[in-house]
């Protein structure tokens, strides 16, 4: 099971694997949003606008949130 860490403060998410190696990491995250079936990882381009660069799993994601 991965779990995904997200920082609100710092704005900062990594997803980590149960040896706790970093498989994915991103900077300038406003929001992680719970969809249906998976977790959305969205950053802010230069104009403000949210874009999706990430999905993962619910079934198999433990999500952290840390202020």
């Known amino acids: 099971m991965q779990t995904l ?3 609100t403060t710092k704005r900062e998410v ?3 694997n149960p040896q706790e190696e970093i498989i994915f990491s ?3 995250v406003p ?3 719970v969809m249906d079936q998976h ?3 969205y950053v802010e ?3 403000g ?3 999706p660069v990430f999905r993962a ?3 198999n994601t433990n999500m952290i949130i840390e202020k």
């Open 26 to 28: 991103e900077k300038n």
């Open 57 to 59: 799993p619910i079934a």
């Open 5 to 7: 860490i997200f920082n």
């Open 31 to 33: 929001t992680v949003k």
């Open 39 to 41: 977790y959305e990882v």
């Open 49 to 51: 606008k949210k874009i």
């Open 14 to 16: 990594k997803v980590v």
């Open 45 to 47: 381009d230069f104009n």
